[in-house]
């Protein structure tokens, strides 16, 4: 009986300190966007799972939403250089990844995928509630079409996903002279452009992954940053 008393306690003790991030479908991860996110337009859903797992169950304001499956492309098992994401994708050789397109109406909203929770509000005539904070995502790329697949920035072959290499990917709409004035800086170190931005989105203007403070001065000194 001790036995049997003691097990149910560590059970117990496993589900309580289960990391925020994985969901009771073992693995399932929650990328984009964040909780409580103020959406101001269509934003991808991204969900990580591992490679083998079948689609999670998802759910829009209680109706059916369709996940899409993107494999990692054999060619990219280097970690990402944007840390955030990397660090909840984890082994691309064993994770998969679930995406889709939500367009809101304004109001809020509940998505549900694999048992987790999101709560989004669409931005429009009413207050926005209290615990939202603006999300800043990348637009659509492109003018013929406009494109918010992963298509417009990451290289695709055959379908899979593969790597968006800076400054690459970003330079056919931000070219070197205008990346140097905007952020008045000497352009080699801008050529990292994931070191500051998420360009999958986050709670930040700018789509910066930290303070301005905090970014630059992991190079300068403290008070180096411009306004």
Not at 145 to 171: E, V
Request: hydrophobic share 40%; with cysteine; aromatic share 4%.
């Amino acid at each position: 009986m001790r036995r049997v008393v003691f097990a149910l306690l560590l059970a117990l003790l496993a589900v309580a300190h289960r990391p925020s991030g994985v969901s009771a479908a073992e693995g399932l991860r929650l990328l984009y966007p964040p909780n409580h996110s103020a959406l101001a337009g269509p934003v991808r859903l991204m969900v990580a799972s591992a490679k083998d797992d079948p689609s999670p169950s998802a759910t829009l304001d209680g109706q059916a939403l369709v996940l899409t499956r993107l494999a990692f492309a054999d060619t990219w098992r280097l970690p990402g250089k944007l840390k955030v994401t990397a660090k909840l994708v984890g082994d691309r050789a064993s994770a998969a990844l679930w995406v889709a397109t939500l367009d809101l109406k304004p109001g809020s909203h509940a998505v549900v995928v694999g048992g987790q929770r999101l709560d989004l509000w669409r931005d429009g005539d009413a207050a926005r509630p209290a615990e939202s904070a603006r999300y800043y995502g990348h637009p659509v790329v492109g003018e013929d079409p406009p494109r918010l697949d992963c298509a417009g920035c990451h290289d695709q072959p055959d379908g899979a996903l593969a790597s968006a290499p800076t400054p690459k990917a970003c330079a056919g709409c931000h070219d070197e002279d205008s990346v140097q004035l905007i952020h008045r800086h000497v352009s080699t170190p801008l050529a990292r452009c994931a070191t500051c931005h998420d360009p999958h989105g986050t709670t930040r203007p700018k789509m910066l992954v930290d303070t301005k403070q905090a970014l630059c001065s992991r190079c300068h000194e403290a008070g180096h940053s411009k306004p």
